[in-house]
């Protein structure tokens, strides 16, 4: 880029050191150094001038936010793999490119995918809260703080993607035996290799699982995907695992099940309004019943990074006259 203008990149929110100061040498970025969530008039400011927005998860940029870009914003480099926050059609009727940073939180989401599949069962965040709270504790006994056993268990993956493959390599090392519904099933030597029994029917699939894991992405095909029907399928011995996105179950019927003891509990990282949690679901937290993260399944300080590089490759390429290596097509319906 010698001789030629930086061009203005806006970053939404604060990135690792090592990031934010090869972008500011590449780039006239923009740093958010407070790490405050932008307004949506900030936004609105910032897709006025730039000429490339960083956005992230955080960050609603829907069709009317896009509408008022000014005629510079040309890239919509997304830090972060999903685009649901993203009105990627409007963008492409806008002629504005869209990036996402695809397969980099692999192994980190399915290593806390996997965490959570043995924290719920083993009841391992109630046990270490007994200890964190007056420390006090009366010794071990036979029938205290039981939980369910993992090994030998059936695991129905709901999505069989890069991370879904990735959870059920794990899990078969734990002993688990591997399930799976796919829009499509995966190639045969895979099958062979997790030794996965496809179900093409969602429904029969939920109806004989010990433990449900959703990481399928957010489309509009998948709102909802677990309902109300369908988590009523569940044996009344089942957890539910999420790591992918809130919007996929239906979060209210969630709760009313555990509630009332019609399944035995769930680990969720995402939630349906996120940051906002429901109270009801907090609720449960402290009975108990659920585990519950702050959306932490890729925070990793190598996966941050990582997706920090990816976000550069796609500026540059952008930059450079050449189609960026992560664009992301708008969803034919």
Sequence with gaps: MAGRKKPLVVITRKLPDQVETRMREL???????DDRPMSREQL?????????????ITDRIDG?????????????ANFGNGVDHIDVAAAAKRGITVTNTPNVLTEDTADMTMGLILTVPRRIVEGANTL???GKWAGWSPTWMLGRRIWGKRLGIVGMGRIGTAVARRAKAFGLSIHYHNRKRVMDSL???LEATYWESLDQMLARMDIISVNCPSTPATF????????AL???TAYLVNTARGDIIDEDALIKLIHEGRIAGAGLDVFEHEPAINPKLLKLAAQNKVVLLPHMGSATIEGRIDMGDKVIINIRAHQDGHRPPDRVLPVRV
């Design 44 to 56: 609105a400011a910032a897709v006025q001038e730039a000429e490339v927005l960083v956005p992230t």
């Design 234 to 236: 569940l044996q009344p």
């Design 27 to 33: 780039f006239d970025a923009r740093l958010n150094i």
């Design 132 to 134: 964190a709270g007056d």
């Design 191 to 193: 099958e062979d290799e």
């Design 64 to 76: 009317t936010l896009i509408a008022s870009a000014g005629e510079n914003l040309k890239l919509i």
């Design 224 to 231: 909802h995907l677990l309902s109300a029907r369908r988590l």
